[in-house]
């Protein structure tokens, strides 16, 4: 299951854990594990949670719907998820690399692989300028066939472990 698609079924379907829990398989190293997406207060460890704050939708400069769930963190930075499904794996890596091309800088870049070993997408961590040039924000997007997925955040870290919310543990 995408977990962009999972996020919707937890937090638009009902706005509370439904009493089967929803999974999510990552795809960057899947090896086939669930994990728990997160609720609306999900806790990665003693050090830091996250809180569902706000939800929205909105349709982008090139017409594609999302829907974009805020989290507050434990530390008290912002973080902002989305996915959009768009016409072709073509479209979504297009648009990735777009999003590289714009960056300040590119702090990690990789393939996403299925649970079979097969590459079906690209995975690129950026830091992407703002209007303040000193502040930029942490962008984590991934790809997985047509799936266009982000997580964005005032800080790398917060968005580098909200990213371990969808991973299989090893």
């Given amino acids: 299951m995408d977990w962009g698609i999972c996020l919707g079924l937890i937090l638009v379907g009902s706005y509370s854990i439904p009493a089967e829990p929803c999974y999510a398989t990552h795809s960057a190293q ?10 609306s207060s999900t806790a990665l460890s003693d050090k830091i949670s996250f809180k569902l704050v706000f ?3 909105s349709i982008g400069k090139d017409g594609e719907a999302s829907t974009t769930f805020t989290y507050l963190a434990s530390d008290g930075n912002k973080l902002h998820t989305s996915c959009i499904a768009l016409d072709s794996p073509a479209a979504a890596v297009r648009k ?3 999003q ?3 960056a300040r800088r590119v702090v990690e870049r990789g393939v996403v692989k299925n649970k079979d ?3 079906v997408g690209e995975r690129a961590v950026l830091l ?3 209007e303040d040039p000193s502040k930029p924000v942490a962008t984590l997007i991934r790809t997985n066939g047509a799936s266009y ?3 964005s955040s005032e800080s790398l870290k917060d968005a580098l472990e909200f990213e371990k919310l969808f991973r299989p543990r090893s």
């Fill in 96 to 98: 990735l690399h777009a």
């Fill in 128 to 130: 992407v300028p703002t």
């Fill in 30 to 39: 899947d090896s086939g594990t669930k994990e728990k997406a997160p609720n």
């Fill in 55 to 57: 939800i929205s939708d």
């Fill in 117 to 119: 070993g097969k590459t």
């Fill in 100 to 102: 590289i091309g714009a």
């Fill in 149 to 151: 997925c982000v997580i």
